[in-house]
């Protein structure tokens, strides 16, 4: 939530910086500024909307060496000119660029007004502004002064300060919200990821929490909490900086959409052990060396929103494979009671970005509680993968869409994989292993087919359904997280209401919704429940329910009893998952597209969610 950037060197820091937070809206996108030192003064524009608004209020010649920027998705304070970043305090002399909440904003905002600070904005930031002006009235270094305020406030932050009385610097910090620093040569770089500054250069410093950083054209110290000068590992990133661009597509969503089979291909590469019949996954064998994984008693899955849904899909895999009992959580619930963990609990995080504030916190916790914790993880060098005991990376490129796509199959993919792991481990026979693997390796060309078989089809499909404002979408075993998921990509980019359900469950409570008006999207090929879900679809029909139905080619269907039948290759029935998921994701699109809706930057929404 909140993107910042940061630039010192040569080049033009202003246009280096615009383009830093074009790349970083998807984390918020509500209001958007930029801070400059020029002529010895702070200047600050900003204003409500999105980055392009800085082209009407960026003077056009602007061009300094130091420059700062945010894009908002705010928290404290609706969106507008004022509560827009940079902050900065009463004298104009400091500005700062917040991600982040500070909790006792207001107290201290009520002891700075006693002592004369002249507050200027709703939000929570403003308040580090007017603390560092304070603490370097009594210091007279930026530096100092910002760590001053830093131990007096509660919550969470990645910030960057600047100070026309310290021209020739960038203040850095942060605690649980994300910092990187970019390494150039005669320049360097502060953001809230990679992707803002991939263009310029991929030496990348991931800094933690609690440290701090100075940052000059030509230097960077890092200081540890207790202020101690610390060396850091400058890593390099291997994303290239056309994977952050469209590349033809209309939007990221759909050249994320797209990417699947090369996605799919990337995470699942190396992993493959046929020769053994299971996967080859270095992150489990560290964890559990020699005969250890036979300590593991229970699984436990831990994600948020879209990340959630797949951990649904590993609990199904899990229990078919190992026989261990598995439970997915929310990471929002799970932080937040006592949950039952110990040493013999095995804990899965999944995430995207790997900074998820509430999948994090709840992998802190069952590490505290003496878990041994892995990582299903996208961003290389994010918090969560730093975190864990170890870990698997999806490798699926940038996902830049908020609504996650690529991401949620590679992460079903990894699930299946540690399954198969641990379950080859236990209880599945090579000859099985072998069969999941091999058909693993098919599936990339099965997607590729579904989504040249399918996309025109959905198309029509959706212009046909546009106009309903409630979907109901159903599915049994493995078809259920599908439905899940179907359900919130429609609801994120297209703002349709709409509900997910297993199957069976209907007839408790969701048919009661079931008229004309309220149509159903069935996610039923044919496996075990097929028969079960065709009485479902004739429950549905006997209310004059509309139906879309997803189905394979060789279900037998009358097909006098649904509206519409999208249909997909017949494969085993634990991999429908990676197949059905396109047409579905396809038609969220294609209704958020007949709907002219922002589908990258859906509104209200932020891909990274950094606040609890
Ligand atoms: C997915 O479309 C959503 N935007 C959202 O639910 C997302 O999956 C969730 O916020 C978790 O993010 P993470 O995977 O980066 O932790």
């Given at each position: 939530m909140c993107g910042i950037v940061g630039y010192i060197g040569d080049k033009n820091a202003v246009k280096a910086v615009i383009h830093g937070l074009h790349k970083l809206e998807y984390r918020g996108y509500d209001s958007v500024g930029i801070g400059v030192i020029e002529k010895n003064k702070v200047k600050i524009y900003k204003d409500k909307g999105r980055v392009k608004t800085l082209d009407n209020i960026v003077p056009k010649n602007l061009n300094t060496s130091l420059a700062i920027g945010h894009t908002r998705w705010a928290t404290h304070g609706k969106p507008s000119k004022l509560n827009a970043h940079p902050q900065s305090d009463c004298k104009n002399e400091i500005a700062i660029v917040h991600n982040g909440i500070i909790e006792n904003f207001g107290e201290l905002k009520q002891i700075l007004k006693k002592e004369g600070h002249n507050f200027k904005s709703e939000t929570d930031s403003e308040v580090l502004a007017h603390l560092i002006e304070k603490f370097y009235g009594e210091t007279k270094d930026l530096a100092k002064a910002v760590k001053i305020t830093l131990d007096k406030i509660n919550g969470t932050y990645g910030i960057v300060v600047i100070s026309s009385k310290e021209p020739d610097k960038m203040i850095v910090a942060r605690s649980s919200s994300p910092i990187i620093i970019g390494v150039g040569k005669g320049e360097n770089f502060v953001a809230s990821d990679a992707t803002a500054v991939i263009k310029y250069t991929k030496k990348i410093i991931y800094i933690d929490d609690g440290e701090m950083a100075i940052v000059t054209k030509d230097n960077i110290d890092i200081f540890n909490k207790d202020n101690i000068r610390i060396d850091k590992k400058i890593e390099s990133l291997n994303w290239s900086a056309k994977e952050v661009e469209k590349n033809g597509y209309p939007t990221f969503m759909l050249k994320e959409i797209y990417e699947q089979p090369k996605s799919f291909t990337n995470t699942l590469a190396g992993h493959i052990d046929l020769e053994n019949g299971t996967s080859h996954l270095g992150g489990m064998q560290n964890l559990f060396p020699d005969n250890e994984i036979h300590n593991i008693k229970r699984i436990v899955i831990i994600g948020c929103g879209t990340s959630w849904h797949a951990g649904l899909m590993g609990e199904y895999y899990f229990e078919n494979m190992t026989g261990l009992p598995t439970e997915v959580e929310y990471a929002s619930e799970f932080r937040y009671r006592n949950p039952a963990i110990d040493s013999e609990t095995f804990v899965i995080g999944i995430s995207q970005s790997g900074e998820t504030a509430d999948t994090l916190a709840a992998l802190r916790e069952a590490k505290g509680k003496g878990a041994k914790v892995f990582g299903i993880v996208n961003v290389v060098g994010s918090t969560i993968s730093r975190e864990v005991d170890e870990g698997l990376y999806i490798h699926v490129g940038p996902e830049i869409g908020v609504a996650s796509t690529k991401a949620f199959l590679s992460q079903v993919l990894a699930l299946f994989l540690v399954s198969l792991y641990i379950g080859r481990k236990k209880r599945l026979s090579i000859e099985d292993g072998i069969k999941f693997g091999k058909q693993l390796q098919k599936i990339p060309s099965i997607i590729d087919e579904v989504l040249q078989s399918t996309q025109a089809q959905i198309k029509k499909i959706a212009d046909k359904y546009c106009k309903y404002t409630n979907f109901l979408y159903l599915g049994r075993g493995f078809n259920f997280p599908v439905a899940l998921e179907g359900a919130l990509k429609l609801k994120e980019i297209s703002y349709v209401h709409a509900e997910g359900y297993?199957?069976?469950?209907?007839?408790?409570?969701?048919?009661?919704?079931?008229?004309?008006d309220f149509p159903t999207f069935f996610i039923a090929p044919n496996d075990n429940f097929f028969q079960k879900s065709i009485s479902n679809i004739q429950e549905i029909k006997a209310r004059n329910g509309k139906l879309i139905l997803l189905t394979d080619d060789n279900a037998k269907v009358d097909e006098g009893l649904v509206d519409d039948i999208i249909r997909i290759p017949t494969i085993d029935e634990e991999f429908y998952p990676f197949i059905e998921t396109i047409p579905v994701q396809l038609f969220a699109y294609y209704i958020a597209i007949k709907k002219n809706r922002d589908v990258d930057k859906p509104r209200n929404l932020a891909k990274s969610v950094t606040v609890e």
């Amino acid at each position: 939530m909140c993107g910042i950037v940061g630039y010192i060197g040569d080049k033009n820091a202003v246009k280096a910086v615009i383009h830093g937070l074009h790349k970083l809206e998807y984390r918020g996108y509500d209001s958007v500024g930029i801070g400059v030192i020029e002529k010895n003064k702070v200047k600050i524009y900003k204003d409500k909307g999105r980055v392009k608004t800085l082209d009407n209020i960026v003077p056009k010649n602007l061009n300094t060496s130091l420059a700062i920027g945010h894009t908002r998705w705010a928290t404290h304070g609706k969106p507008s000119k004022l509560n827009a970043h940079p902050q900065s305090d009463c004298k104009n002399e400091i500005a700062i660029v917040h991600n982040g909440i500070i909790e006792n904003f207001g107290e201290l905002k009520q002891i700075l007004k006693k002592e004369g600070h002249n507050f200027k904005s709703e939000t929570d930031s403003e308040v580090l502004a007017h603390l560092i002006e304070k603490f370097y009235g009594e210091t007279k270094d930026l530096a100092k002064a910002v760590k001053i305020t830093l131990d007096k406030i509660n919550g969470t932050y990645g910030i960057v300060v600047i100070s026309s009385k310290e021209p020739d610097k960038m203040i850095v910090a942060r605690s649980s919200s994300p910092i990187i620093i970019g390494v150039g040569k005669g320049e360097n770089f502060v953001a809230s990821d990679a992707t803002a500054v991939i263009k310029y250069t991929k030496k990348i410093i991931y800094i933690d929490d609690g440290e701090m950083a100075i940052v000059t054209k030509d230097n960077i110290d890092i200081f540890n909490k207790d202020n101690i000068r610390i060396d850091k590992k400058i890593e390099s990133l291997n994303w290239s900086a056309k994977e952050v661009e469209k590349n033809g597509y209309p939007t990221f969503m759909l050249k994320e959409i797209y990417e699947q089979p090369k996605s799919f291909t990337n995470t699942l590469a190396g992993h493959i052990d046929l020769e053994n019949g299971t996967s080859h996954l270095g992150g489990m064998q560290n964890l559990f060396p020699d005969n250890e994984i036979h300590n593991i008693k229970r699984i436990v899955i831990i994600g948020c929103g879209t990340s959630w849904h797949a951990g649904l899909m590993g609990e199904y895999y899990f229990e078919n494979m190992t026989g261990l009992p598995t439970e997915v959580e929310y990471a929002s619930e799970f932080r937040y009671r006592n949950p039952a963990i110990d040493s013999e609990t095995f804990v899965i995080g999944i995430s995207q970005s790997g900074e998820t504030a509430d999948t994090l916190a709840a992998l802190r916790e069952a590490k505290g509680k003496g878990a041994k914790v892995f990582g299903i993880v996208n961003v290389v060098g994010s918090t969560i993968s730093r975190e864990v005991d170890e870990g698997l990376y999806i490798h699926v490129g940038p996902e830049i869409g908020v609504a996650s796509t690529k991401a949620f199959l590679s992460q079903v993919l990894a699930l299946f994989l540690v399954s198969l792991y641990i379950g080859r481990k236990k209880r599945l026979s090579i000859e099985d292993g072998i069969k999941f693997g091999k058909q693993l390796q098919k599936i990339p060309s099965i997607i590729d087919e579904v989504l040249q078989s399918t996309q025109a089809q959905i198309k029509k499909i959706a212009d046909k359904y546009c106009k309903y404002t409630n979907f109901l979408y159903l599915g049994r075993g493995f078809n259920f997280p599908v439905a899940l998921e179907g359900a919130l990509k429609l609801k994120e980019i297209s703002y349709v209401h709409a509900e997910g359900y297993p199957a069976g469950e209907m007839k408790h409570g969701p048919i009661a919704l079931i008229d004309k008006d309220f149509p159903t999207f069935f996610i039923a090929p044919n496996d075990n429940f097929f028969q079960k879900s065709i009485s479902n679809i004739q429950e549905i029909k006997a209310r004059n329910g509309k139906l879309i139905l997803l189905t394979d080619d060789n279900a037998k269907v009358d097909e006098g009893l649904v509206d519409d039948i999208i249909r997909i290759p017949t494969i085993d029935e634990e991999f429908y998952p990676f197949i059905e998921t396109i047409p579905v994701q396809l038609f969220a699109y294609y209704i958020a597209i007949k709907k002219n809706r922002d589908v990258d930057k859906p509104r209200n929404l932020a891909k990274s969610v950094t606040v609890e």
